[in-house]
Nanobody, 125 residues
Framework: VQLQASGGGLVQAGGFLRLSCTTS????????MGWFRQAPGKEREFVAA????????YYADSVKGRFTISRDNAKSTLYLQMNSLKPEDTAIYYC???????????????????WGQGTQVTVSS
């Protein structure tokens, strides 16, 4: 199982970034793919998820309307477009896949089977 996140960086408040997560073909056809983030001293928190079948998307309230999760099946890649970034979005962002999760569990990190290494996003005020 291989997940590789990239695209993080330093950006000013109000700016944007697009994160990418490449996955092995074998794991891409899983039930849900998601993005989580973890700020220093805080627990890992759910950001967004997308269902593999049908492409339905789910978002944390804190990012709804600013972030968009999407996927490119041909490239086996998951994306997170982040607009109107705020300093409180600063964190390490992780992509993950859940092979057997049910919808009610997708905000729970324990529902995910595999994780990428994380990419740092820093938003300056």
């Amino acid at each position: 199982v291989q997940l590789q996140a990239s695209g993080g960086g330093l950006v000013q408040a109000g700016g944007f970034l697009r994160l990418s997560c490449t996955t092995s073909i074998r794991t891409y056809g899983t039930r849900y793919m998601g993005w989580f983030r973890q700020a220093p001293g805080k627990e890992r928190e759910f950001v967004a998820a997308i269902r593999s079948s049908g492409g339905h998307t789910y978002y944390a309230d804190s990012v709804k309307g600013r972030f968009t999760i999407s996927r490119d099946n041909a490239k086996s890649t998951l994306y997170l477009q982040m607009n109107s970034l705020k300093p409180e979005d600063t964190a390490i962002y992780y992509c993950a896949n859940a092979q057997r999760a049910i919808q009610s569990s997708i905000p729970n990190p324990e529902a995910y089977d595999s994780w990428g290494q994380g990419t740092q996003v820093t938003v300056s005020s």
